[in-house]
């Protein structure tokens, strides 16, 4: 929230989708009735409601929003106004079938859903221009309105549209990439397999092949499907401007979703406001670090604080079990999202829904009514956000940067690799893990990012660095920071194309190592290590070059040969971590290499199952202080627990499952 357009709310924003056009108008004054009861102060209106706003071509009935926007200002409720171009309308697919999108395998899909368009479809752009001119123009005004929710979740369903039109646009978009096809037949090697282009006309989306695909095309595709999806929002964006220039304007991400995912570091800058949804898995059994890793990358995209503008009460509907919050869940989940860095807090949905594709999606007001548990935590999380009012603003000063890159993350996940067995989120989520135990703050980064405030950047996972990435990263070893970086990084440049003379390529000098054949291990494999640990998933023949052998392998074909190195480079140090070891020593290998660089954690000791953050203020510090492992806590800490309002002096008692937040005078 670094921009001129801010959001005219005091306090944390609290609220949901309101989809109340599912439900008969008396239901509304129920509704705003609730609301207040629960503390929310800000709704989102109108995401999926095209189809009654706009009934036919051109032809608008804004009745139902001018009632609603009327309520919601009567009763004091603002109202995050969407465009609802996430779900066109039948008549809309009945008039420009061209419009439908179509998949890799060349089958056409339907509508009856939601956001099944084609992203480069013309129809599609003009008619979603239209009805956000219309919608804006109408509302600019409206008391009710404080921020625009541009679409919904961009790409959630329809990132890749393989039809002729986006092939047409794909083709574009790389005429204005490379200006010639004697560069991109270069970039994307195509002399391999016979693939050279004589003609613009020949490239086409990377549509199903009987072998695999060339990898170079596909990461421009994946590019390109991210920029056609920016350029929506952009072209939305720009018209709701014109017809209100001081209104903020948001689309919601989806940080840590599918491979699909969309560059968000080329999005976040487009935003007036940064906002995110996050949704647990059920079969991840420490969600509370997939909450924190999420908060941490979306505010470190925004630059500040942000919002949370979807998650759940209780179960989603869309996984194979959808599984119920456990009592105090909720709770710890909307708090941890404010802790890092949220200054807003929204669910799916306001009211469950009991017709329709979610109709079994928990909400903020469930099926059973008020006479329910969700209930009575919707209205406490409402008093609870009240409370931590005077956070808002207040920022995160980490020492710690993890990088994160979509291109690197999309090149690692081509077919064909050493190891299919690489998962990004999942490698950076190993080194995430034992920081986030250790109450180790981060942020996350671009490869290219000003690394000047940080003492420590660890680089989990970065198969493909531009050259300009690789210097800034290196460089920053040399300039007297530390490094860390994980295998089978610096591999191949911004072209996919393998970095030469032996891996880690980019890093190969600044982490002093040189490998010659990669060894990735089998599912279930593992090496035992010289310190007494053991590393999996993958090994590789590293030849000493400048640095030290901190520990080596003691079983396998590499018996001897070093897996982490360390390296005095420059004024700094560079270590390279060519293994993946098991978590307990991983930990203790990240301990060590934070204690190195000077890093502290937010609390002096840890608390086993707390989770410490802490957010800095103009005036005072915020210690949030979440127990997720059930059995409570006693902290050091001197001020006043914003949730109980009680001071606190030398210590505060965290309550099993619960929250403490404390002010702390600086
Ligand atoms: C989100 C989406 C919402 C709702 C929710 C259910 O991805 O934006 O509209 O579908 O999922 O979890």
Redesign the pocket.
């Known amino acids: 929230m670094t921009t001129a357009r801010r959001l005219r709310l005091p306090g944390i924003a609290y609220g949901g989708?309101y989809n109340p056009e599912q439900w008969p108008e008396e239901v509304w004054a129920e509704d705003v009735r609730l609301m207040r009861e629960a503390g929310v102060n800000m709704v989102s209106v109108g995401?999926?409601s095209w189809a009654l706003m706009e009934p036919g071509e051109g032809r608008y009935d804004f009745s139902r929003m001018d009632r609603l926007l009327e309520l919601l200002h009567e009763n004091g409720i603002a109202a995050d106004l969407a465009t609802p171009t996430?779900a066109p309308p039948a008549w809309f697919f009945r008039a420009h079938p061209q419009a439908l999108p179509v998949d890799r395998d060349g089958r056409g899909l339907s509508y009856g859903s939601?956001q099944t368009f084609c992203p480069s479809s013309p129809e599609y752009r003009e008619a979603a221009l239209r009805i956000a001119r219309v919608l804006g123009e109408r509302y600019a005004d409206h008391p009710a309105v404080v921020m625009w929710h541009i679409h919904?979740?961009y790409g959630?369903h329809n990132a890749e549209c393989y039809c002729d039109v986006s092939a047409a646009a794909f083709r574009r978009w790389l005429r204005e990439r490379y200006g010639d096809l004697a560069t991109l037949n270069d970039a994307w090697g195509t002399a391999f397999w016979s693939q050279w282009y004589y003609d613009w006309d020949e490239i086409i989306p990377p549509r199903a092949t009987g072998a695999v695909p060339n990898p170079t095309h596909r990461l421009d595709w994946r590019r390109f499907c991210s920029d056609e999806l920016l350029s929506l929002y952009k072209a939305e964006r720009d018209v709701l401007r014109e017809a209100a220039p001081s209104i903020p304007a948001t689309t919601?991400f989806?940080v840590n979703f599918s491979i699909e995912a969309l560059d968000y570091w080329r999005w976040a800058p487009e935003l007036d406001i940064v906002s995110n949804?996050h949704?647990l898995r059920s079969t991840d059994p420490e969600s509370e670090i997939d909450v924190a890793l999420s908060g941490d990358l979306v505010r470190s995209m925004a630059g500040g604080p942000w919002l949370l503008?979807?998650h759940?009460t209780g179960a989603?509907?869309?996984q194979p079990v959808n599984r119920a919050k456990l009592p105090g869940e909720m709770r710890r989940n909307a708090l941890a999202h404010v802790a890092h860095g949220a200054d807003g807090i929204a669910f799916?949905?306001w009211r469950a829904a009991k017709a329709g594709?979610?109709q079994w999606?928990s909400a903020m007001l469930p099926h059973a009514g008020t006479d329910s548990q969700i209930w009575r935590d919707v209205v406490q999380l409402g008093a609870d956000l009240e409370a931590l009012a005077e956070v808002r603003g207040s920022v995160t000063h980490a020492h710690v940067a993890v990088v994160w890159d979509w291109n690197a993350r999309w090149a690692l996940e081509q077919p064909s690799q050493p190891s299919g067995e690489l998962r990004f989120v999942d490698l950076v989520l190993d080194w995430y893990r034992p920081l986030w135990h250790a109450g180790v703050a981060v942020d996350f980064v671009r490869p290219d990012a000003d690394l000047s405030s940080y003492r420590l950047v660890l680089v989990p996972s970065l198969y493909l660095v531009d050259d300009a990435g690789a210097a800034n990263l290196t460089g920053f070893a040399e300039r007297g920071g530390t490094l860390a970086v994980g295998f089978h990084s610096g591999a191949v440049d911004t072209n996919c194309h393998v970095r030469l003379g032996g891996y880690p390529g980019a890093f190969r000098d600044s982490l002093g190592v040189r490998t010659d054949e990669l060894f990735p291990l089998l599912p279930g494999e593992s090496l035992a290590l010289s310190d007494g640990g053991t590393a999996s998933l993958w090994s590789e023949r590293v030849r000493l070059e400048g640095a030290e052998a901190f520990t080596s392998y003691t079983s396998g074909p590499l018996a001897g040969t070093p897996a982490v190195t360390r390296h005095t480079y420059g004024e700094g140090t560079a270590w390279y971590l060519a293994t993946r070891p098991d978590p307990a020593t991983l930990a203790a290998l990240l301990a060590r290499v934070c204690d190195e660089a000077g890093v502290q954690p937010v609390l002096t000791a840890p608390v086993a199952g707390v989770e410490a953050v802490r957010r800095n203020g103009s005036d005072a510090d915020y210690l949030f202080l979440i127990d997720h492992g059930g059995s409570g806590a006693e902290v050091p800490a001197d001020g006043v627990d914003l949730l109980t309002g009680k001071e606190v002096i030398g210590s505060v008692s965290v309550p099993p499952g619960g929250v403490a937040v404390v002010r702390q005078a600086r």
Do not use: T
Request: proline letters at 0%.
């Open positions: 989708d995401i999926f996430a939601r919904n979740e959630c919601n989806m949804d949704y503008m979807e759940s989603v509907n869309w799916f949905q594709a979610e999606h």
